[in-house]
């Protein structure tokens, strides 16, 4: 079975905070991919970042970093020094084998209090 | 350049009536998919196609139909709303297959009374 667990449901923070998210997949699958996407307040679904399941290199763009780890089956997000305009709704999805359709966790949502 | 463009943003009905929720692409995307986002449920997939002329059910197909007559255009439709279909709607479109970028539209807030 494939599945995403996102079991933060909730998270509140001070700015300037740091924070993660975490992300915990399942797959048999040895080719696959994982997504993270953020829904800010507006509403629309913004893709943040991809990775490939041969790919386990972390990734930081700016105040952004994911740490990928296959022994784990994680794929957890970090924002550094977090701002107000990081409150958001975020998903992370899996893409694995044949599969046609995204496979989503049912998302963090997180406050960055001022 | 629009992205993937949804129309309306926000509709109500009444039980029983039908609609047709639009959604047009302009990046010459193959993949397009509709998702309804309901509290608790997150994202799940109604239907998509994988070209002009191709679609397929998703995960809760049930009460809608689409068709893909163009590459840039993917509808829905509703023949019967219920109440049970209150939700919010997104298309998405992607370039190639699943596992590539999705651009999603900006939803449709649809409250079936």
């Known amino acids: 079975a494939q599945k995403v667990t996102q079991a933060q449901t909730e998270i509140s923070v001070v700015e300037k905070e740091d924070v993660t998210l975490d992300c915990v997949y399942e797959?048999?699958?040895?080719?696959?991919?994982l997504f993270w996407y953020k829904q800010p307040p507006s509403g629309e679904l913004v893709f943040l970042i991809r990775?490939?399941?041969?790919d386990e290199q972390n990734e930081i763009s700016g105040r952004y970093s994911w740490n990928f780890q296959k022994s784990t089956s994680s794929f957890n997000f970090t924002i550094t020094a977090s701002q107000v305009v990081d409150s958001a709704v975020y998903f992370c999805?899996?893409?694995?084998?044949?599969?046609?359709?995204?496979?989503w966790g049912l998302g963090t949502s997180l406050a960055v209090n001022p | 350049n629009a992205g993937v463009t949804q129309t309306p943003k926000f509709q109500v009905l009444k039980t029983g009536q039908s609609m047709t929720l639009q959604c047009a692409q302009d990046?010459?995307?193959?993949?397009m998919s509709w998702y309804r986002q309901d509290p608790g449920m997150g994202l799940r997939l109604i239907h998509y196609?994988?070209?002009?002329?191709?679609?397929d059910q998703g995960e809760v197909p049930n009460g809608y139909n689409v068709s893909r007559s163009t590459t840039e255009d993917f509808p829905l439709r509703l023949l019967s709303a219920a109440p049970s279909q209150t939700s919010v709607y997104f298309c998405?479109?992607?370039?190639?297959?699943?596992?590539?970028?999705?651009?999603f539209g900006q939803g449709t807030r649809l409250t079936v009374v």
């Open positions: 196609s994988v070209g002009a002329g191709i679609t």
């Open positions: 797959t048999r699958d040895t080719t696959y991919y």
């Open positions: 998405a479109s992607s370039p190639d297959t699943w596992n590539t970028e999705a651009f």
């Open positions: 990775r490939n399941s041969f």
């Open positions: 990046m010459n995307h193959e993949y």
């Open positions: 999805a899996l893409n694995a084998g044949n599969n046609r359709k995204l496979i």
